[in-house]
C-alpha cells in the first residue's frame, strides 16, 4: 500500500507533467498564430480524458477569427484522429467546427470557437414554443447529417458498423458496472435473453450515419450565425440505427420532457425523415418502437458508463444524473412490454419483472434521491 510519501511524489510528477504539456502547447501556439500575443484558458473537462482551452488573439482584424478552441489529445490521439476523419465526413451536411491547425504527433488541433452556448443553456428560461423551435432545429440538423450517404462514409472514411459486438460489448457495462455498483446478482438467463431480443430488432433498423452522443450538451448555438447549431465531439461516430441519435437527443441524461412532448417530437422527426426520402419506419408505431428499441440499449449502457465515471475516473458529478436515465429505460421497457413484437415481449416482461423485484430495491437504497 502507498505510503503518504508516495503519494505527494505521485502528485508532484502529475503537476509537473501537467506543466511541461501546457509549456509543449504554448510553443507549438506561438508557431501557429506567428507574431501575435494571445491568452490560454483551461475549459471544464468532459467525461473524455481530452483536455480543451479557449484561445483569444489579442490583436486581430477580424473580430470572428479572435478565438479558437484547443484540444490537447495526450493520451487519446487515435480519437483525435478519428475526429479530423468525421469531421471531413460530416462538414457538408453538417454544422462542425473548422479544422485550423493540428499537430497530430503531439495531440493538438486547434478549432473554430462555437462560443460558450449550449443547446442545453437556450432551454433555460425559454418559452414552451421556442423549447419546440431549438427541437426542430436540432432535429433538423439530425436528419441533414443522416443524408450523409453510408456508402462514402465506409469506403472513404472509414467508418465501423454498430455491429452485435459493439451492442454487446456496450450493455455489458450494465452487468460489469452498475450491477456490482447496487449489489445484486445478475440473473444470468434474462439478461441473455434481454440482450439478444434487442440485438435482434436492432440489426433490422434502417442503417445511417450515427453520432453516438448527440445531446443538448454536444450541440452549441453557433455565434456567428445563430440560426444555426455547432454539432461537437463526433469522433465515436459509427455506421447504425437511424433512431440512435433520436434517443439520445429527447431522451437526454441532463434534460426531462414530459412523455407526451417527448412522442410528438418522435413522430415529427419520422415525419422528416420522409420529407427527405429518406429510408424509415412504415408507420409512425413502427419507428416509435424502433426508438424505444435503441433506447433501452443506450440507457443500459449509459447506467454503466456513468458508474464506471465515477469508480474509475473519481467524475462523481455524473451520479446525480442516474435517476433520469432509470426512468427513461423504464419508460423504453414499459412500451415494449405493452407495443413490442412477441419475441421482444417476452423477453422484456421477464426482464422487468426481475428489474422490479430484485434490482430496483437496491437500487433505491443506493439513489435515495430517485
Known sequence: ???????????????????NRQQQLEQWLQQVFLDQTFSLDSLPGDASARRYHRIE????????????????????????????????????????????????????LVLQDFGTVEFAHLLIDATVDQINDYYQLAMQTLVALQTVP???????????????????????LFSEWFMPYIGVALDEQVWGNLKTALMNEILRQPQVVVH????????????????????????????????????SLVRDAYVEWPESQI??????????????????????????????????????????IFIRLSE????????????????????????LAEHG?????????????????????AYKEKFASA
Request: zero cysteines.
Open 263 to 304: 412522442s410528438a417530437w418522435i413522430d415529427d422527426f419520422w415525419q422528416l425523415q420522409k420529407q427527405k426520402s429518406l429510408t424509415t419506419a412504415d408507420s409512425a408505431v413502427q419507428f416509435e418502437n424502433d426508438v424505444n428499441v435503441i433506447g433501452v440499449q443506450r440507457h443500459l449502457k449509459v447506467l454503466g
Open 150 to 172: 453510408v456508402e462514402t462514409a465506409k469506403s472513404q472514411h472509414q467508418l465501423p458498423d454498430y455491429d452485435i459486438a459493439l451492442l454487446d460489448r456496450e450493455m455489458d
Open 57 to 108: 488573439l489579442s490583436e486581430t482584424e477580424n473580430s470572428a477569427n479572435k478565438h479558437y478552441i484547443v484540444m490537447d489529445s495526450a493520451d487519446e490521439q487515435d480519437a483525435m484522429l478519428q475526429f479530423i476523419n468525421v469531421a471531413k465526413l460530416m462538414a457538408p451536411a453538417v454544422n462542425v467546427p473548422t479544422l485550423t491547425a493540428q499537430n497530430v504527433e503531439k495531440g493538438f
Open 341 to 361: 413484437n412477441d419475441e421482444l415481449k417476452q423477453s422484456v416482461i421477464s426482464f422487468n419483472q426481475w428489474l422490479q423485484e430484485a434490482v430496483l430495491p
Open 212 to 247: 453516438r452522443d448527440y445531446h443538448s450538451r454536444n450541440l452549441m448555438q453557433d455565434q456567428a450565425d445563430k440560426s444555426k447549431l455547432g454539432v461537437i465531439d463526433f469522433q465515436d461516430a459509427v455506421i447504425g440505427s437511424y433512431a440512435y441519435d433520436l434517443v
Open 1 to 19: 500500500m502507498p505510503n503518504m510519501t508516495d503519494k505527494m511524489t505521485l502528485e508532484t510528477d502529475m503537476i509537473d507533467e501537467n506543466n
Open 312 to 335: 474509475r475516473d473519481g467524475k462523481d458529478r455524473y451520479l446525480a444524473d442516474i435517476p433520469k436515465v432509470m426512468r427513461d429505460l423504464i419508460i423504453e421497457l414499459n412500451w
